[in-house]
């Protein structure tokens, strides 16, 4: 598997877990406010995955978790083969993804391969295409992706979230209010606020005051009672 980041240690990346965090490149969105500008555009050199193994290998018990995250880890061809050998290990494996490649999740589900999946909700549904960076984008392709793929969490075959980043040009009250229509039930939900990296695909754009954001999640709570903020 093509890595481009490695992270020894991280106590955010996988809830409950002291974990490693692995990055893939690459990602078949373009969301404007996406903190991995560079993996996303492939910039950076590849890290030796054998290297990668062995250390965690030695680090199996202080270490219990890895988080592989990207860019789009699902886009990576031996992704499975990747997380097998980290379960075969001892890890528990956390998967974040964008949600497009329904199959190969639920491929991984069945075997029994992520112990925690978080999953990207971008946006209401009207704006899905436009907050993914792909505004040419058939609205109706790319959502019935994302609907199988909620579909396949909620099967319950691994642990979930849903998370989204609320960034202010992008998500107006209406928009928080249509995206817990759609999502409403008592999924783990978190609405994180847009942060500036540093390395953001499209520079600009600006993130809500915490009191902002708190009005906002009580109207998506009206919908989904179990969502709450996350890094404020
Ligand atoms: S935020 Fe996630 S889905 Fe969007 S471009 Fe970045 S890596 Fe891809």
């Not at 992520?114 to 993914?132: F, H, L, S």
Request: charged fraction near 30%; charge should be negative; include cysteine.
């Amino acid at each position: 598997m093509i890595i481009k980041g490695f992270q020894k240690l991280t106590l955010l990346d996988f809830p409950g877990r002291v974990a490693a965090t692995v990055f893939t490149p690459g990602c078949d969105f373009r969301c404007p406010f996406c903190h991995n500008a560079s993996l996303v555009l492939d910039r950076d050199e590849a890290l030796d995955q054998d290297e990668i193994l062995a250390f965690l290998k030695g680090r199996l018990g202080r270490l219990t978790g890895v988080a592989i995250t990207g860019g789009e880890p699902l886009m990576q061809a031996d992704i499975t083969d990747f997380m097998r050998t980290l379960k075969d290990m001892g890890y528990a494996v956390k998967l974040d993804t964008n949600g497009s490649f329904p199959q190969k999740l639920q491929a991984i589900l069945d075997e029994g391969l992520a112990d925690y999946v978080a999953m990207d909700i971008k946006n209401c549904r009207e704006r899905y295409a436009e907050t993914c960076g792909l505004p040419g984008a058939s609205s109706e392709g790319l959502l019935s992706n994302i609907d199988e793929s909620i579909a396949i969490l909620r099967g319950g075959k691994a642990d979930y979230e849903f998370r989204t980043t609320v960034v202010k040009e992008l998500h107006r009250r209406e928009d928080i209010e249509a995206m817990g229509r759609w999502m409403a039930g008592d999924d783990k939900f978190f609405l994180q606020c847009f942060k500036d990296s540093g390395d953001i695909l499209k520079p600009g754009l600006s993130a809500y005051s915490d009191d902002e954001m708190k009005a906002l999640c009580d109207v998506f709570k009206a919908y989904v009672p179990k969502a709450s903020l996350r890094g404020l």
